[in-house]
């Protein structure tokens, strides 16, 4: 086989190969995703905190700062997208965790199983003022 | 999205066309198709990034609502339209038209075609499913853009939540106050056109901005490719973007990086074009690239400022003024938001150079941060239909072009290595636990560089049509005085 001919043969092969393997890479790239989303759909929980702070947002004005209880410790993993989904939920209103020199006239309560929210709220200086289910309380300052 | 919302992005993406037309008019050699799909996606950028500028100013001023942005907007549309009118309209009274270099044909382009048209297929299917499951974004989707892009759309002193370090609820690295506003403006524009606070952020907003800028960064490569090089090389290029899982997984994360990646790409197009033929226009065009990369997010900065750097060396003194014009709405907006309205910092900064010091010295930090960008090149693919291998296996096939050519094009890859230093330097100071820190981050920092790297890849490819031997083809021959041509079988090279 001359060398030209070894050298179309090869191009020929390679470009067929990276035709039929990028098509393919695709393919699979599709598969995973679709079986991931799937497996975990609003994997980030945005959709969730979307529907459970509804009710709560209609009563709130967007300008307001809400503070922020719950009863995950910051350390749990489930605290960060717990806290950010709550964020994106209740935007634009703010959100600050409830502290010494943070404390908003209203706050938000984020709980992830059922407890005596009153007491939780009345332990960070708040009244309860309405429990709207799946966990979001809305609580004033006392 | 409602119907206002519809004319909002069809008017920001219909004035960057007609910008990117009237800029880019000299730059595409192939055919038609290719010269108009690079121009749509330089549009993608230049529009969106135009009017995300205009729209923070609005938004500063405290005047952003549903009528200014639409004035604004059609403001731009008029402005790129008449620009694009009267360019035209000169060279055409100066007679000069775009010559089409006619394309040659490589025999295996019908494969490469059905290759490109399956994956583009999957990768739709790919970015639907991503986006049914999580409307609302992945991670820094809920938790920075499209957060900070409720905030704009808010209304009066509202915005101001979206340049603050309060976000986050203090976490670290949840706040990132001084992250440029390109994606948070572009999506905030669309909602504040939509109605504001009362339109109730429909989540359809994010992700068409995120198919936009995603499949912008693919058209622009293979576009830029087949129009510039060869028609073969573009549609290889698109293959191996289209199997890059890094490329694949970001399109629907409703993230900035493969807007950056965009911009990056559009960038160096620009600049490889306006190297071929010194074109003030094109480097106007490159320096509205180059600035807008910096509109999107800080690992902008270090590329722009690179790619000024490579322009001053390369195009001298009167091609840098006009790539440094271009630049300036991009350059000049992130330098106001900065120095006026951003209060706080980056957390994962060291807050003195002690302490970046320290960090550096941590010879550990080093293969830590190397080991973290080499697991995201080899997680860019899976095994047999990994981005790199078809790459290795094209170079094999192909080659490169001559040494001479080579080097010549090397100045290219500088802007994209300084960006990789930056990213790479970040790693060795940052205040964050390091292995935190690269787990969720280094595989965006590829997905930017992704595109351009591939492009830079088969810039020094050799074209396939240039490797094979041309076949047999009746050649016309002017026969006798008449003038008429008969056809005859044989061979020729030439």
Redo the contacts between chains.
């Keep these: 086989m001359r060398s030209?001919e070894r050298?179309?043969t090869?191009?020929?092969?390679?470009?067929?190969?990276?035709?039929?393997?990028?098509?393919?890479?695709?393919?699979?790239?599709?598969l995973?995703?679709?079986a991931?989303?799937?497996q975990?759909?609003?994997?980030?929980g945005?959709?969730r905190a979307?529907v459970r702070f509804t009710p709560l947002t209609a009563k709130i004005p967007?300008?307001a700062e809400l503070g922020?209880i719950t009863d995950l410790d910051?350390s749990q993993p489930a605290y960060?997208?717990a806290?950010?989904?709550a964020?994106?939920a209740v935007?634009?209103r703010?959100?600050?965790?409830v502290n010494a020199q943070t404390r908003p006239e209203f706050a938000v309560g984020n709980f992830s199983r059922p407890s005596d929210f009153a007491a939780l709220g009345e332990a960070h200086g708040y009244a309860m003022v309405q429990d709207f289910g799946n966990g979001v309380i809305l609580f004033h300052r006392l | 999205m409602n119907v206002l919302g519809v004319i909002a992005l069809a008017m920001t993406i219909a004035s960057g066309w007609f910008l990117a037309r009237a800029l880019t008019r000299n730059a595409w050699k192939g055919p038609r198709w290719t010269g108009l799909l690079a121009e749509l996606s330089i549009g993608a950028l230049f529009g969106p990034g135009l009017a995300s500028i205009l729209y923070f100013f609005l938004v500063a001023a405290k005047a952003a609502n549903r009528a200014s942005v639409m004035v604004t907007l059609l403001a731009l549309l008029a402005g790129s339209a008449a620009l694009w009118w009267r360019i035209s309209g000169a060279v055409e009274q100066k007679g000069v038209k775009q010559a089409a270099e006619p394309a040659r044909a490589f025999r295996?382009t019908w494969?490469?075609w059905?290759?490109?048209a399956?994956?583009?297929i999957?990768?739709t299917?790919?970015f639907q499913?991503?986006s049914?499951?999580?409307?609302?974004?992945?991670?820094d989707a809920?938790?920075i853009w499209?957060?900070r892009a409720?905030?704009l759309a808010?209304g009066?002193d509202?915005w101001r939540?979206a340049v603050s370090s309060?976000?986050?609820?203090?976490?670290a690295g949840?706040a990132h106050p001084g992250y440029p506003l390109f994606l948070s403006g572009f999506i905030g524009l669309q909602w504040s056109a939509e109605g504001g606070?009362e339109s109730g952020f429909e989540a359809s907003v994010p992700i068409a901005a995120s198919l936009l800028f995603a499949t912008s960064a693919l058209i622009l490569l293979g576009a830029s490719l087949a129009s510039r090089r060869s028609i073969?090389l573009g549609l290889?290029a698109w293959?191996?973007l289209?199997?890059?899982?890094v490329f694949?997984?970001q399109s629907a994360a409703q993230y900035s990086d493969l807007l950056q990646g965009l911009a990056f790409l559009c960038a160096l197009v620009l600049l490889e074009a306006a190297a071929d033929r010194a074109d003030a226009r094109l480097l106007l065009a490159a320096g509205l690239a180059i600035g807008l990369s910096c509109w999107i997010k800080n690992e902008g900065l270090p590329f722009a400022l690179a790619a000024l750097a490579v322009s001053a060396w390369r195009f001298r003194l009167r091609g840098i003024v006009s790539v440094g014009l271009g630049a300036l709405p991009g350059f000049l907006t992130l330098a106001v938001m900065k120095l006026f309205f951003v209060h706080g910092s980056e957390a994962v900064f060291p807050s003195t150079v002690g302490e970046a010091m320290a960090k550096i010295a941590g010879a550990g930090r080093w293969w830590q941060a190397a080991l973290g960008f080499g697991k995201a090149v080899y997680d860019a693919?899976?095994l047999?239909?990994?981005?790199v291998l078809?790459a290795a296996?094209?170079a094999?096939?192909?080659g490169f072009v001559p040494a001479k050519e080579r080097r010549a094009r090397l100045w290219l890859v500088i802007p994209i290595a300084a960006t990789a230093a930056a990213e790479y330097s970040l790693y060795l100071v940052t205040t964050a636990d390091l292995n935190w820190h690269i787990s969720t981050s280094v595989s965006r920092l590829v997905a930017q560089l992704w595109p351009s790297l591939i492009w830079f890849f088969f810039l020094m490819l050799r074209q396939?049509e240039e490797?094979?031997?041309p076949e047999l083809e009746p050649v016309a021959v002017r026969s006798g005085p008449s003038g008429k041509r008969k056809r005859r079988g044989g061979a020729s090279l030439n």
């Design positions: 030209s050298n179309t090869l191009i020929t092969a390679v470009t067929l190969a990276v035709a039929a393997l990028g098509a393919w890479g695709a393919i699979n790239s599709y995973v995703s679709a991931y989303s799937q975990y759909p609003d994997a980030y945005g959709d979307q967007a300008s922020y910051p960060a997208p806290f950010l989904s964020q994106y935007a634009p703010g959100l600050a965790t | 295996l494969a490469l059905i290759g490109v399956v994956a583009l999957f990768f299917l790919d499913a991503a049914s499951a999580n409307p609302a974004g992945e991670w809920m938790s499209n957060l409720r905030y808010s009066g509202l939540r309060d976000l986050g609820g203090n976490m949840a606070l073969a290889l293959l191996i289209l199997c890059s899982e694949a997984s693919g899976n047999w239909t990994h981005p078809l296996l094209l094999i096939a192909l396939p490797t094979i031997e």
